[in-house]
């Protein structure tokens, strides 16, 4: 139920079965739904959330599904009816529940019915409004109201032609508006699943967040400014006297002794704008006063903790220097995009890794990233500016140990870190090649130039990467590794964010089939393994736990998860083997036990009894058949000729239990002589051979 998008063809071969099993459910169930408006939901999952998680749907997911994704990406022709998506949404949503392919994480059945009736007043309006159309709809609609059929291509060239050209009427501010709006937005990009990870819970974090210094320095500010109100300067600053008073009573480190101005106390105007930011400390004409709505807040450490890191993404640089403005601009601020980009990345880096991060490997990921994603500028970037980077990420990690997200401490980085090391210098080896190659040299530019800015590149590059595997190597470090407080709200920004981001004993109340899938999908074998163990410690005793997870594996319609579900299990228990080989004479299991049998080569086909070896038969055909779609079998079978026949033929009188599944190769079964014979008939026609590769063509 997740895919990566360059797995174009595995995506579309179970996109078909999903569409193609869903009508026959809404059929049998005496349901109207139009499968095209599923495939667009599918489509909205895989390629327009962060996530790609088909089975996952929340209320922001159906928002945008039904008022932004159709309306900008399905086109209704002026003499059509437009579908009704969000009745056949509904259905999906419960097709998904009804053969437990819907997430457990995501919003409850009742939570996204309700979602849907919320949305589908606002739908035919969504329609209508041609702003939220895409570039292709307008067009293809444009030309179809001015009678073009849009059917025939050269038509539609013609068309295009004259549009080009200035020949045809169109609303010039709803393109405009379109146009914009495509500008503004590049699409969500695929985020980098994350391991899970384990939290205490609120008590404890509450705890913790008491102990923050910066906790108690914002409290402290907010109790100093109170309700009677701090005047300002004429600039809008502390004055003096009162920011001595302040730098003592919260013990910023602040040198007072030869300012002229508060504006040269770094640490208390740090503070100050912090407290702004986070709304604890407003400024009304001229003065400055606790909010009174933020007591709440200020009573509890855990609330003002996550408040405080919030802000923390909004304040200005905290690296400039006050006095002189000798650091009037900061590289990594200015010219990295601190907040937006660097920061998030090495939270994201240092969030659920297994081992603390070295301080060596956090500060050249910096340059790292943006020597990949800006080559032009690397060009014109010197090893100070690298340098100077390296500094202001340094000073930010400090203010985030003092708020309490990470820690940090001498020792030993783990080896794994070495090998970061060379990576990183193969990976500057790859984007030397490209510019040497030519592939990376922007049109314009002198070719001897791009060699010497490539090998200026790649020397500082290895030079970083010699100094890191030095560094990490030689002795002590500093480690650095998020807190439970800091790991909490990096997975709360990015669960905010439509990300992925498991926490083990989340599943605890999830269905077995939800589980199963949930582990299959997303989890490594040490985290599934603690996740399954609490999982059955709250389902009754061992043994009807795990008939519970059985019958799950038992009841799921589709073949290749049924596999991936009962293969998750068995690794996970210490008498995981032993339960396979029980489920051999399981009239249901008995195909899925015995194709993981073979796989795990404890099974030979050798040991196999001849109706065993007529279910493997229909059990690898039907998985063949989910994995590539109907296209696949058709081309395996038109390829393997009489041979394939005859298996398929054994596989429809095996017996395995999967009837719908035999239903559809017996209906391979009737057309593939059929089509054999014409291939046949084209090839002498032709006089050769067509390819034999498996095609992608999309149903649309």
């Not at 994350?194 to 910066?214: I, N, T």
């Not at 708020?403 to 783990?414: N, R, S, T, V």
């Not at 592939?439 to 990467?465: F, I």
């Amino acid at each position: 139920m997740i895919f990566n998008p360059a797995e174009e063809n595995e995506y579309e071969a179970v996109c078909g079965l999903l569409v193609h099993r869903f009508e026959q459910w809404a059929w049998e169930n005496g349901i109207h739904a139009d499968p095209f408006v599923v495939e667009a939901a599918l489509d909205y999952r895989h390629l327009g959330t962060p996530d790609g998680r088909l089975g996952l749907w929340d209320q922001r997911h159906i928002e945008e599904f039904l008022l932004d994704w159709v309306p900008r990406t399905v086109t209704v022709l002026p003499d059509e009816e437009p579908a009704d998506a969000p009745g056949t949404l509904r259905c999906l949503l419960r097709y998904l529940d009804a053969v437990h392919l819907a997430d457990p994480r995501g919003a409850s059945l009742p939570e996204v019915l309700e979602a849907v009736d919320a949305a589908a007043p606002h739908y035919a309006e969504a329609m209508a409004d041609r702003s939220l159309w895409g570039l292709a709809k307008f067009w293809i609609t444009t030309a179809a109201e001015q009678g073009v059929d849009v059917h025939d291509e050269q038509a539609l060239q013609d068309f295009v032609g004259r549009a080009q050209g200035g020949e045809v009427p169109y609303d010039p501010e709803v393109l405009q508006t379109i146009v914009e709006r495509h500008m503004r937005s590049s699409g969500p990009v695929r985020s980098e699943p994350q391991l899970p990870v384990a939290l205490p819970g609120d008590d404890v974090l509450r705890e913790q967040a008491g102990r923050s210094p910066v906790l108690r320095q914002l409290r402290e500010l907010a109790e100093w400014a109170g309700r009677d109100r701090r005047t300002l300067t004429g600039s809008g600053r502390l004055r003096l006297s009162d920011a001595r008073e302040l730098v003592e009573r919260l013990d910023t480190g602040d040198d007072t002794d030869s300012v002229r101005s508060s504006a040269d106390l770094p640490r208390l105007n740090l503070l100050v704008e912090w407290a702004k930011t986070a709304r604890l400390i407003r400024v009304v004409k001229g003065r400055l006063y606790a909010v009174a709505k933020a007591e709440p807040v200020l009573n509890d450490p855990l609330a003002l903790w996550r408040r405080a890191f919030d802000a923390f993404r909004e304040l200005p640089s905290p690296v400039r220097d006050g006095r002189g403005g000798r650091y009037g601009e900061s590289v990594l601020f200015d010219e990295y995009d601190m907040y937006g980009v660097v920061l998030p990345d090495v939270l994201a880096t240092l969030y659920s890794l297994p081992y603390p991060m070295p301080w060596p490997g956090l500060r050249d990921t910096v340059p790292l990233a943006y020597r990949s994603s800006s080559l032009l500028e690397v060009f014109a970037t010197d090893s100070i500016g690298f340098g100077q980077a390296d500094d202001d990420l340094r000073t930010v990690l400090s203010v985030l140990e003092d708020l309490g997200a990470i820690e940090c401490h001498q020792g030993m980085g783990d080896p794994v870190f070495a090998d970061l090391a060379m990576s990183e210098n193969d990976l500057d080896d790859a984007l030397l090649d490209e510019t040497l190659s030519g592939d990376a040299v922007l049109d314009g530019a002198p070719p001897d130039d791009a060699l010497l800015s490539g090998a200026l590149l790649d020397d500082e590059a290895s030079q970083r990467a010699r100094k890191l595997k030095s560094e990490l190597s030689s002795g002590p470090v500093e480690l650095i590794r998020l807190t439970d407080l800091g790991t909490d709200s990096v997975r709360r920004r990015l669960l905010a964010e439509g990300r992925d981001a498991p926490l083990i004993g989340e599943l605890a109340q999830a269905s077995p089939a939800g589980l199963l899938g949930v582990l299959a999908d997303h989890y490594d074998p040490e985290s599934a393994r603690v996740e399954l163990a609490a999982w059955m410690a709250v389902h009754g005793d061992r043994s009807a736990a795990l008939e519970q997870l059985v019958h799950a594996v038992r009841t799921m319609p589709f073949r290749t998860r049924a596999e991936a579900m009962l293969d998750v299990l068995v690794s996970l228990l210490d008498d995981g083997e032993l339960l396979l080989r029980s489920l051999r004479s399981d009239s249901s299991l008995a195909p899925t036990a015995l194709s993981l049998l073979a796989r795990r080569e404890i099974l030979t086909p050798e040991d196999l009894t001849e109706p065993e070896s007529l279910l493997m038969v229909a059990e690898s055909l039907l998985q063949l058949c989910e994995a590539t779609g109907a296209d696949g079998v058709r081309e395996v079978l038109r390829q393997q000729g009489r041979e394939a026949e005859e298996a398929l033929r054994a596989a429809l009188a095996s017996g395995h239990p999967d009837r719908e599944g035999l239903a559809d190769l017996q209906a391979l079964a009737e057309c593939v002589p059929r089509e054999r014979e014409t291939h046949v008939g084209l090839v002498q026609q032709r006089g050769h051979r067509e390819n034999g590769g498996r095609g992608g063509k999309r149903r649309r």
